[in-house]
């Protein structure tokens, strides 16, 4: 069963850091691209990062440019999201996606996880 599950969302001030997890499982994690997603309440749904497993290459969007990093554990099929210097706009429901791609960014997803609530105050 292909499982992806985020988690580390939370309560936080504006200016603080957050650290979100992508643990994956039932697929092949080596030969996909991993995505991090977000959408508030009223919006649409936003991509602001994802990595190639393949090579590493990585992708920001541009409100999250230099604050937000992407990394990946191999030996622990997970895929962070470090956030740093949030602010209110951040606030949002965030989702790590699957895609069978080595584009990055992918054109489609074929995972979704459920989910992970991350609130700014300001």
């Known amino acids: 069963e292909v499982q992806l599950v985020e988690s580390g969302g939370g309560l936080v001030q504006a200016g603080g850091s957050l650290r979100l997890s992508c643990a994956a499982s039932?697929?092949?994690?080596?030969?996909?691209?991993i995505g991090w997603f977000r959408q508030a309440p009223g919006k649409e749904r936003e991509g602001v990062s994802c990595?190639?497993?393949?090579?590493?290459?990585?992708y920001y969007a541009d409100s999250v440019k230099g604050r937000f990093t992407i990394s990946s554990d191999n030996a622990k099929n997970t895929v962070y999201l470090q956030m740093n210097s949030l602010k209110p706009e951040d606030a949002a429901v965030y989702y790590c996606a699957a895609a069978y791609s080595d584009y990055v960014p992918p054109l489609s997803y074929d995972y979704w996880g459920q989910g992970t609530q991350v609130t700014v105050s300001s």
């Open positions: 039932g697929f092949t994690f080596d030969d996909y691209a």
């Open positions: 990595i190639s497993r393949s090579d590493g290459t990585t």
